[in-house]
Every structure is written in C-alpha cells, then in structure tokens.
C-alpha cells in the first residue's frame, strides 16, 4: 500500500505557472506508475498526466499538452506536475494517484489504485 500526499496548489494568475508536488510513502515508490487528474467545479474528474515508474513515458490530456508537464525523482519518493501557462480552465483540484503496474499509464479514473487528498488549484483571469 502506497500513501499520497500533494502540495503546491494555490492562487495563480493566468499566464503563471505553478509546481504541484506528491510525496508517497510505504511501498516502494519504483513500484507504481502515476497520474495525476483533476476535479473542476460541476465537472468530472479527468486525467491530465501520467509516467511510467522509469519516468521514460510521460502522457497528457490534449487539454494540457505543451504546458504542462509531469516528471519523477523516484529517490525522493516524489512526482511532480510542472504547470505554465496557466488559464482559468485549469483550476480544479488536482489529485496525484498510484497504480501497481508500473509500465502502464492508464487514463481513467478506474486503472489507479491509491489516491491522493488533493490540491486546489485556482487560476484567476
């Protein structure tokens, strides 16, 4: 079993960037890959990134592609989501999440096994 925690989250103005952490705890950190999704208001909650244990496959959602991007320091026990450009969009609360297979990324909700609180993410315009 894995435990998630995410920080970083916050106020940002559009155009800024921000840098959403999760730390992990319990088994072995190489052991899972990680995703990290997120919840607007109203909406449901849908991926935005995900990376192999290795961190030698990333994914994104088409919404996020070129902005944002996710990395690993599998040392630290830790997986990152570097935000820019940030548009009102994207605020949401944003979850990190863990899957015990670690050489597959899935894109639903339903491939991850552990999850995280969550952070909240608040992009003004």
């Known amino acids: 079993q894995v435990q998630l925690a995410e920080s970083g989250g916050g106020l940002v103005q559009a155009g800024g960037s921000r840098r959403l952490s999760c730390a992990a705890s319990?088994?072995?950190?190489?052991?899972?890959?990680m995703g990290w999704f997120r919840q607007a208001p109203g909406k449901e909650r849908e991926f935005v990134a995900g990376?192999?244990?290795?961190?030698?496959?990333?994914y994104y959602a088409d919404s996020v592609k070129g902005r944002f991007t996710i990395s690993r320091d599998n040392a630290k026990n830790t997986v990152y989501l570097q935000m820019n450009s940030l548009k009102p969009e994207d605020t949401a609360v944003y979850y990190c999440?863990?899957?015990?297979?670690?050489?597959?990324?899935?894109?639903?909700?339903?491939?991850?096994?552990?999850w995280g609180q969550g952070t909240q993410v608040t992009v003004s315009s």
């Open positions: 999440a863990a899957r015990l297979l670690p050489t597959l990324v899935p894109t639903t909700i339903s491939g991850y096994n552990y």
């Open positions: 990376i192999t244990w290795s961190g030698t496959s990333t």
């Open positions: 319990g088994r072995t950190f190489s052991d899972y890959a």
